[in-house]
């Protein structure tokens, strides 16, 4: 079992940065791959990011894609999402997700646990 707490979530106006933290506990951190999805009210939970076990591999959704950079410190049992020149359309609860059987995936359904998710709002 996996537990994942979110934090650093806000409110920025548009241009501006946010880092979000995801810590982890349970498992051996590194045993898993993790991901960031995103969730606007009345539409679908969207993939966001993945970093691979080691950290060596990522991989972005194309809208936030040159903004983004997903990172992960395995001493920490954290993972990271920093956010830069966010838009509008950036607001969304954000939820970090981790994949213990397969590798870093964007498919929400390769995920085992997720966390309860921090809001990011974004004002123009």
Excluded: H
């Excluded at 982890?24 to 993945?50: C, H, L, N």
């Excluded at 999402?81 to 969304?92: C, W």
């Amino acid at each position: 079992q996996v537990q994942l707490v979110e934090s650093g979530g806000g409110m920025v106006q548009a241009g501006g940065s946010l880092r979000l933290s995801c810590a982890a506990s349970g498992r051996t951190f590194s045993s898993y791959a993790m991901g960031w999805f995103r969730q606007a009210p009345g539409k679908e939970r969207e993939f966001v990011a993945t970093i691979s076990r080691s950290g060596g591999s990522t991989s972005y959704a194309g809208s936030v894609k040159g903004r983004f950079a997903i990172s992960r410190d395995n001493a920490k049992n954290t993972v990271y999402l920093q956010m830069n020149s966010l838009k509008p359309e950036d607001t969304a609860v954000y939820y970090c997700a981790a994949a213990f059987r397969g590798g870093p995936t964007t498919a929400s359904e390769g995920y085992d646990y997720w966390g309860q998710g921090t809001q990011v709002t974004v004002s123009s």
